[in-house]
């Protein structure tokens, strides 16, 4: 079976969030399982300056607008890759989503691009039988199979974050190379408007997200309005959780450390801990429960929780670690708590990929208050290094946290903290718990060593997906 990943971030070259470590692990462990995976990306100059290029799989004289494009075939390790190179497009400064004013075309011409190598193949015969979308960027890719010419590869397309849609005025049609007849709820509009994301889920043969209970939530609420398309396709729609590439997230091997451990040696993790309260301005406090932060600061991020609980996570004792950057008032809110709690409140207002291993690896509990969380990569990666999460329950966090309570302690099932209100009040309740359980360092391993153990791999992922495959891909492929 032949598959084509496209997507716009890729880790370690470019990543704004958990898109760009998925895009890194799950083509890898497909082929792992003997599937010729591959992935388009647009051939942004850092994966350029990475990357040797190996050939030319298709020549564009215009491409949306932005002038001449090329498909290059690269390989990152392990990896075969297909680069969009577009100088329009690509070849600028700063992240992946600056640029408003062709930002359509930018992500419709990726879009077109996989198309292409779907309907018409590289000009070395490859072509995928399969075509995988993630997220918004790619959206438009089953509407330029569905409305173009040529054979019909099967499209799948995965919801990373329902909140981010590509909305675009409806006079843009033409410009983004799409038919009249597109322009219809069956199609690619939506409330007047070209919305990516919805079409990619109305015309795509299979639509996943990334984790069980956010496929069943997004049909009911938390949708952003699509509610109705996703439980009118709910017979199409596979919730598949996340996984952990264990080759960079892992304790036993991360060279980020100071002190490599594995779960037969924990005592080895403890010497991350004084380095990182270091790096972030706290107290070499070894008795005070670190809990610690790590994300966007954004509302549906639930950090305004968090600040509500400051003071009184401070009177009991603990110390509290944020890292992450965005709103400008939890920003500030931050700041201030370190300036009324020194040595007791540290703030990195940036994110650090070698700070956040050393986070996980340093602090006692990871915290993850979302309002809304798909999967979450966080509070996975927390448990693979021994921090206990504590979590809202919602999306993916509810699948992958086992919240403690009298039940679960006797049953020796819990692997972290779990509260349901998106309230001060009850994230405080569960602070409170979690540092009680602090105070029985048996009680406490226990818990670490479950977290630890258990198989967060991409294998059961990627069979998963294997299996929504085989129910679309054309016999041969």
């Known amino acids: 079976m032949k598959v084509l990943f496209v997507a716009s971030e890729l880790f370690p070259y470019v990543k704004t969030g958990g898109l760009g470590d998925v895009m890194a692990a799950l083509p890898r462990a497909m082929r792992g399982l003997g599937i010729d995976a ?12 990475a990357v040797e290029v190996q050939g030319v799989a298709a020549s564009f004289p215009d491409l949306l607008g932005g002038g001449p494009a090329r498909i290059l075939q690269a390989e990152a390790p392990g990896l075969p890759l297909y680069l969009l190179e577009q100088p329009a497009f ?8 600056g640029y408003p004013d ?28 399969v075509l995988h979308g993630h997220d918004w960027h790619t959206g438009l890719m089953p509407a330029y199979v569905a409305y173009g010419d040529g054979p019909r590869p099967a499209t799948v397309m995965t919801i990373h ?29 939506f409330h007047r408007d070209i919305c990516f994301l919805k079409a990619g889920l109305q015309l795509a043969d299979r639509i996943s997200t990334v984790s069980p ?51 037969r040696h924990p005592g080895r993790r ?25 994300s966007r600061l954004d509302p549906l991020k639930g950090l305004d929780l968090v600040l509500e609980n400051v003071d009184h996570l401070v009177a009991r004792g603990a110390q509290l670690a944020v890292i992450g950057t965005g709103d400008p008032h939890a920003e500030g809110a931050f700041v201030q708590a370190a300036q009324r709690h020194p040595g007791r409140v540290g703030v990195f207002l940036s994110y650090d990929e070698a700070l956040a291993h050393r986070a996980f690896a340093a602090s006692d509990v990871i915290l993850v208050p979302s309002r809304q969380e798909p999967c979450g990569l966080t ?33 020796r099932t819990a692997t972290g903290f779990v509260f349901d209100r998106a ?55």
């Open 38 to 49: 591959r992935l388009l990306i647009p051939a942004y100059p850092a994966i350029l300056a």
């Open 90 to 97: 690509y070849a600028r400064p700063g992240g992946p989503y």
């Open 102 to 129: 062709d930002l359509a075309q930018r992500f419709a011409a990726l879009a077109w691009a996989g198309a292409h190598l779907g309907r018409v193949g590289a000009t070395d015969g490859w072509r995928p039988g």
């Open 161 to 189: 974050n329902i909140a981010f849609q590509g909305r675009f005025p409806a006079k843009m049609l033409d410009s983004l190379w799409l038919p009249p007849r597109a322009f219809t709820p069956e199609g690619v509009e």
């Open 213 to 263: 209970t956010y496929s069943h939530e997004i049909q009911v609420a938390g949708g952003h309005g699509l509610e109705g398309l996703l439980s009118h396709r709910r017979g199409d729609l596979w919730g598949i959780i996340n996984g952990v590439d264990r080759t960079v997230w892992n304790p036993a091997r991360d060279q980020n450390l100071v002190s490599r451990y594995d779960v």
């Open 270 to 294: 403890q010497p991350n801990r004084p380095d990182f309260q270091r790096r972030l301005g706290l107290d070499e406090d070894p008795t005070a429960p670190l809990f610690t932060s790590i």
């Open 379 to 411: 509070q996975l990666y927390a448990q693979t290094y021994g921090a206990l999460p504590l979590v809202r329950r919602t999306g993916g966090l509810a699948d992958t946290v086992v919240g403690l309570t009298p039940e679960t302690r006797a049953a």
């Open 423 to 477: 309230n001060g009040w009850a994230l405080g309740e569960a602070l409170n718990a979690a540092i009680d359980l602090f105070q029985d360092p048996q009680a406490w391993r226990l818990l670490q060593r479950r977290g630890m153990t258990t198989d967060f791999s991409w294998e059961g992922p990627a069979r998963a997906y294997l299996d929504l495959y085989a129910t679309i891909a054309p016999k041969g492929d």
